[in-house]
């Protein structure tokens, strides 16, 4: 897959997202969209934080 090229297709593909969930069932306070590994998976491999115990 290929990556997102700015933050209006973000912005877009989020929006998308959540719209598929409406109407909801019930009120909610906050909606929103969760983002993770956003870095280049390749040049992370191998590195990992000791824990501290």
């Known amino acids: 897959m ?3 090229a ?3 297709v973000l912005e877009r ?3 998308e997202i959540v ?3 409406f109407p909801l069932p019930k009120g909610v306070r906050l909606l929103g969209v969760f983002l993770s590994n956003l ?3 390749t ?3 191998g590195r990992q ?3 501290g115990f």
Do not use: K, Q
């Open 6 to 8: 700015s933050l209006a």
């Open 19 to 21: 719209e598929t969930l």
């Open 49 to 51: 934080l000791p824990l």
């Open 43 to 45: 040049s992370a491999a």
């Open 39 to 41: 870095s280049d998976v």
């Open 13 to 15: 593909l989020c929006r």
């Open 2 to 4: 290929d990556g997102i």
